[in-house]
């Protein structure tokens, strides 16, 4: 073995110190999924029986039974054209630039106007940070934050709680220990949803907050279990899990997905039903769909490479497209420093890189960036820059897209 591979596999035990709350217990979690994977390729036996994937990557129920729906199973690889050659997340300084709506470098104010004040046509993106107030970024090109959300959870195992955009950004959300903040960015106007029993602090991080598709309501995510919550704050449970431990994608334009990798598949969620459901072998975090796709950061099952950017058919479970990179250390995959957003179109799919370098035994990240991957070329682009909070960022792709 030589001193690099030594440094690779040394650099397994690094956590990012922005994660360092759930971070070790995720990893581990994630060691085992992977393991058990890498044992169904050994035997070729698919499970049948489990668990799903619940918060922070940790055990639990799949939540009530549900009505079997037809399987269809994948090719390990799906299309070989649609597997590029090995990236490396390190050129993304270098990437050309896209143009969008937002700045070539993010920088917010420490203190921008309020919006309750100074309200805008709708967010782009945004900007969650530790001992700051939530910031957002408009369609103006001007900052604005959320008054006294500072310290608005009192949490010892994340940083912060992250924000979560409506679809076409005249919206946020986000947890406090009160209960789910919702704010109108077009008026100002401010409502606090109670945590209903089941969401209830305590808890050592805040619950995960998504939008339920089109925006009608939330999808709250904690231990150990999800719920979704109407306007009203009535919750009910959710027949799935966590998000975040790369269990369940929203489709704001309708239905959910599913990764279960105890089942090894992808189960396709419409009005209450599993309408679809393949075979699917490869591991992978941090799901997101829309146009009938799944991306994620995934790997496995005859993929080449540690991992990378990766996207599913949401209905097949066929790869569509893949980057394959080296990642001994687990930096971009169980990590956190590659992690898909959203889609801008069907063949566009949005990522957040923080390009990790080793200084000093140290891991070193100049700055982290918003990529746009082109599935047919493969190509990625930059669309904007920033500092370390950036890894938090939320955004809206529909506004995005339309900037």
Request: hydrophobic share 40%; net charge negative; charged share 25%.
């Amino acid at each position: 073995m030589n001193l690099s591979e030594v440094l690779d596999r040394a650099t397994d035990a690094i956590e990012s110190p922005q994660l360092a709350g759930a971070a070790l217990g995720e990893a581990r979690a994630r060691q085992a999924r992977r393991r058990s994977l890498a044992l169904v390729a050994a035997v070729g036996v698919v499970a049948t029986v489990g668990v799903g994937t619940l918060a922070g990557g940790r055990g639990g129920d799949d939540g009530p039974g549900q009505p079997a729906a037809p399987s269809s199973s994948s090719t390990p690889a799906g299309d070989e054209r649609a597997i590029g050659p090995r990236w490396d997340p390190r050129s993304v300084p270098e990437a050309p630039l896209r143009r969008s709506v937002l700045p070539e470098s993010l920088a917010p104010p420490a203190l921008p106007p309020d919006v309750a004040g100074a309200p805008m046509e709708a967010a782009v993106l945004a900007w969650p940070a530790a001992g700051r107030d939530l910031r957002l970024l408009g369609t103006d090109g001007e900052w604005r934050r959320v008054k006294d959300t500072a310290d608005a959870v009192a949490s010892t195992g994340a940083p912060f709680a992250q924000p979560a955009l409506s679809s076409d950004g005249t919206e946020v959300a986000m947890a406090t220990d009160d209960g789910l903040l919702v704010v109108d960015v077009t008026t100002g106007d401010q409502e606090v949803l109670p945590w209903p029993a089941p969401l209830a602090p305590p808890s050592d991080t805040p619950p995960a907050v998504d939008w339920l598709p089109g925006d009608d309501g939330f999808y709250v995510a904690t231990w150990p279990h999800a719920w979704f919550l109407d306007r009203q704050g009535a919750a009910e449970r959710a027949p799935f899990g966590h998000r975040y431990a790369g269990g369940v994608a929203i489709d704001p334009d309708g239905g959910f997905v599913e990764k279960r990798y105890t089942h090894h598949d992808l189960r396709l969620w419409r009005d209450g039903e599993v309408v679809a459901t393949s075979t699917v072998g490869q591991w992978g975090e941090r799901l997101v769909t829309r146009f009938g796709r799944v991306a994620l950061t995934g790997g496995g099952n005859g993929l080449p490479g540690d991992g990378g950017p990766l996207v599913l058919d949401a209905e097949t479970g066929e790869v569509v497209g893949y980057r394959p990179i080296r990642d001994r250390g687990a930096i971009y995959t169980d990590n956190g420093h590659l992690t898909a957003l959203g889609f801008l179109d069907p063949d566009t799919a949005l990522y957040v890189v923080g390009p990790a370098r080793r200084e000093d035994r140290r891991l070193v990240v100049d700055a982290w960036h918003l990529v746009a991957w082109d599935l047919r070329s493969g190509d990625f682009e930059r669309l904007s820059s920033g500092g370390e909070a950036m890894w938090g960022i939320d955004v809206a792709p529909e506004v995005l897209a339309g900037g």
